[in-house]
């Protein structure tokens, strides 16, 4: 779970410092999805092997929370969605952000085949620590004292933006799989 937290706060650093001069919140989105075809399961380690359209193997282990891990078959085209979104906004001086939070949910699909989604909301407020014009690069601190640098994809973005400046930033992360019969 702290690898998992340590790269999505990379991320949150790294996608927010793209346009940290504007006072008004600022939101980026995105979406990734990729399907594969099971090509093996193995019931007593519950490992699925799933087989991309440019033919690349992953294995995948199905924890206990996959309840009708039985109901997969060799054949079934399973998807996998990924959506991410950020919103963050430079406060001014003297304001603390919000609380840091986190929350999580999780769904399971009630189709014939299983499926689920996996939802998590995170946010914080974090300190502007250092800022390098030359590489361009942000060190941001977060309220528990840890320490983050990201590149800054364009240098006119620094502009304003001072050594303790908080920005807040909310991070929304949601993934979706679902497996389908194969098609005829």
């Known amino acids: 779970m702290k690898r998992v937290l340590s790269v999505s706060l990379a991320f949150i650093v790294a996608t927010c410092v793209g346009v940290m001069t504007a006072q008004?919140?600022?939101?980026r989105a995105g979406?990734?999805?990729?399907?594969?075809?099971?090509t093996a399961i193995n019931h007593s380690t519950r490992v699925v092997t799933l087989k991309d359209d440019q033919g690349h193997l992953e294995d995948i282990l199905c924890g206990p929370e996959i309840k009708r891990f039985d109901?997969?078959?060799?054949?079934?085209?399973?998807?996998?969605?990924?959506?991410?979104?950020?919103?963050?906004?430079?406060?001014?001086a003297g304001a603390s952000g919000p609380a840091a939070s986190e929350t999580t949910s999780t769904v399971a699909g009630k189709g014939v085949k299983p499926s689920g989604a996996y939802t998590r909301q995170q946010t914080l407020t974090v300190t502007i620590e250092a800022i390098d014009p030359a590489a361009p690069s942000?060190?941001?601190?977060?309220?528990?004292?840890?320490?983050?640098s990201a590149e800054v994809k364009d240098k006119k973005n620094l502009e304003g933006v001072k050594v303790g400046d908080k920005?807040?930033?909310?991070?929304?992360?949601?993934a979706m799989i679902i497996v389908e019969p194969p098609k005829k």
């Open 24 to 27: 008004k919140p600022v939101e």
């Open 31 to 38: 979406d990734i999805s990729k399907t594969a075809t099971i």
């Open 138 to 148: 942000v060190t941001v601190r977060t309220a528990d004292g840890r320490t983050i």
């Open 167 to 174: 920005v807040s930033i909310t991070f929304t992360e949601a």
């Open 71 to 92: 109901a997969l078959k060799v054949g079934d085209s399973v998807t996998f969605t990924y959506h991410a979104a950020v919103v963050y906004q430079v406060l001014k």
